[in-house]
DNA sequence: CCAGATTTATTGTCTAGACAAAATTGCGCC
DNA sequence: GGCGCAATTTTGTCTAGACAATAAATCTGG
């Protein structure tokens, strides 16, 4: 059983709305009630109606059209939300000791290749390319190599990242408006298997981050993750967006 | 230049307020003007600056803490949205030919595994299984293994999977109220890399996904992909959010 | 100085209205 | 019948207030 807590209104009625669409009592395209309707058979104010109705168009499971009313979306595809963390944080926030050592380390005019990681067309931009192998409890944990945009950050060429990694102290510095992910598997090259002490052609999880702010590219990062020691979670559940 | 829209007053606010925040202006733990003060600063009523700051708080940006007031939040994790597609429409929509074959099916009771991959400690059910290869223009796509608790759709158990997928075909059966995905890097092994026609021992990004409603499980899928041929995109800002 | 009671600032929710915007419906006119 | 204009419905936003819940700050008696 679960406890009966005493919900908001909006919440109330937004949760009887959503156990009719997900029950499959209102199917895609059914007529949700107005909210005039609504008001009259919940009793309370519009705005209240309104706020539930909102809230399940933000999470996609209605369409609301001006005139004529609010109907039950077609569920086109599958949403998940995959928390990203950062690497210190992950390992030490999991009782695991960290530590880190840089790999390789240059500043240099970006190359065509660097661009394209960036996410830009072309431009003359100074970037800092940096390598880092993490270890939790002594044990190869992710491969990282990063860009750093020496144009929005140029403190990051005078940084030893002597306490923080990279990534850790990047995200202390400034703040990102829009990141974009790939993840693919790939096949472990000579050099990363050797960091990651794994054989030569093992599975890896490789997750390339670009993060920008405002359309401005900030920082490029490629983590690969031994296979057999790393996985993804991601959860969803519609109600709890 | 970008085309001046107008904004709803609440936009406005938010847009406002969050530009202080990402810009670095107000750093993480920074006090945000109490909604008394926003008030009074945009002139315009509390439910608006009320609708801002709850927007910011959705997503994640701000905390807000009754009498104490609203801070700006310390950026913790990334999380970034990953959508996943019905692979019938994903392949369809890209304006490939889509083609599948059922390569295997068996109607069982669950086997311990089987009640692992759907989530549940124990119990007796029967389970259909099936694995399916789907084509994308005639070239493998991806292999697909699927567990369905016959407790919950039992039509699964006589539907013969003529015109649709079982994935796209339980789509349209019931709807789910949860989902949770796991993505992992494994290497091919023998008769999956040659139902892809990958070398064995290839890279495959494994994509396993279990879904719920209400709890109980509904189906267990895992789907291989290779590593080569596919990669997952996310994106995420949390302005549109 | 401390424990407990009281005040106060702040957010959370709600109301009963208002006007605007959009899109459908229906009507009148040609 | 067809076209254009007006009426109507429904959502989108906003207001000015109200009371409740929470937790910090302050006051008070010992």
Redesign the pocket.
């Known amino acids: 059983m679960s406890i009966a807590e ?7 009625i937004r949760r009887a709305l959503e156990e009719k669409i997900l029950s499959g009592e209102w199917p895609p395209g059914h007529r ?6 609504l008001v009259a058979q919940f ?6 109606v ?2 539930a ?2 809230a399940l ?1 933000a999470a996609g499971l209605v369409v ?7 109907f039950v979306a077609a569920p086109k595809s599958q949403e998940t939300v995959l928390e990203v963390h950062d690497i210190k944080a992950e390992i030490t926030g999991s009782g695991r000791t960290y530590r880190y050592v840089i790999l390789d380390r240059e500043r240099r005019r970006a190359r065509p290749e660097d661009l394209a990681r960036l996410g830009v067309a072309r431009g003359v931009i100074e970037v800092e390319a940096i390598t880092v192998l993490h270890f939790a409890d002594e044990c190869p944990f992710v491969h990282e190599k990063r860009l750093i945009n020496l144009a929005v950050v140029p403190a990051a060429a005078r940084e030893p990242f002597a306490v923080s990694p990279p990534g850790t102290w990047l995200l202390e510095q400034i703040p990102w408006t829009e990141a974009e992910h790939t993840i693919r598997a790939e096949n472990a090259a000579a050099d990363v298997a050797h960091h990651l002490a794994i054989a030569r052609g093992a599975a890896c999880l490789v997750v390339a981050r670009r993060t920008f702010q405002a359309g401005t590219p900030i920082t490029a990062v490629t983590l690969t993750y031994p296979g057999e020691r790393h996985q993804l979670v991601a959860r969803f559940s519609p109600a709890t967006r």
Chains 1, 2 share one sequence.
Request: proline letters at 10%; hydrophobic letters at 20%; aromatic letters at 4%.
């Open positions: 005493p919900l908001p209104r909006y919440a109330e949700v009630p107005s909210e005039h309707d009793g309370c104010s519009r705005m209240t309104n706020k109705l909102s168009a609301r059209r001006r005139r004529s009313g609010s």
